[in-house]
């Protein structure tokens, strides 16, 4: 079993940039495939980022690309993902997940989740 806890959400005004972490035990991180996805209030949970087991391959969503870089620390059992040039319209909650295989954009490939942590973006 995989605990997730995800932190450095925050509020920020558009332009700023802010760094989530995602800090993981019970399990063995370096194992798993690690994804970034966010909910925006009244909508579904989408796909931001993902990063392969060893770091060598990263993904980001068309929203994000150009502007975040995500990455991971194996020896600290942490993810992150950089934000950069923030817009209004990245608020959302953020959650991070864990997985084996599948399609890394698909939320259901995921076997864990964290709680989330807040982005809000000041317009």
């Known amino acids: 079993q995989v605990q997730l806890v995800e932190s450095g959400g925050g509020l920020v005004q558009a332009g700023g940039s802010l760094r989530l972490s995602c800090a993981a035990s019970?399990?063995?991180?370096?194992?798993?495939?690690m994804g970034w996805f966010r909910q925006a209030p009244g909508k579904e949970r989408e796909f931001a980022a993902a990063?392969?087991?060893?770091?060598?391959?990263?993904f980001l969503a068309d929203s994000v690309k150009g502007r975040s870089t995500i990455s991971r620390d194996n020896a600290k059992n942490t993810v992150y993902l950089q934000m950069n040039s923030l817009k209004p319209e990245d608020t959302a909650i953020y959650y991070c997940?864990?997985?084996?295989?599948?399609?890394?954009?698909?939320?259901?490939?995921?076997?864990?989740w964290g709680q989330g942590t807040q982005v809000t973006v000041s317009s």
């Open positions: 990063i392969s087991w060893g770091g060598g391959s990263t």
């Open positions: 997940a864990a997985g084996r295989s599948g399609r890394y954009y698909d939320p259901g490939t995921y076997d864990y």
């Open positions: 019970g399990g063995t991180f370096s194992r798993y495939r």
